[in-house]
């Protein structure tokens, strides 16, 4: 886990700045989870997680379903 620390602080904090009247602005990122344990929010079909910071959202992460994935791709066959 060391060793991911410092690319994942860099990943979800590299586009967070300062804005010149002190407001902080950030560009909200995504990625996709296997695991459904990490996405405990359910809207609709759509199972995803969020880390916030302060209380503005800067990561979602989205579950998909691996054999749904895995089955709509072998009908593209």
Known sequence: ??????????????KIFKLENGRVRNKIKY??????ELTPIQKGDCRY?????????IFYYCYVDLQKAIQFIKQLE
């Open 1 to 14: 886990m060391e060793l991911a620390k410092p690319y994942f602080y860099e990943v979800i904090f590299d």
């Open 31 to 36: 990625t996709f989870t296997y695991d459904i």
């Open 49 to 57: 997680g969020v880390i916030n910071l302060g209380n503005k959202p």
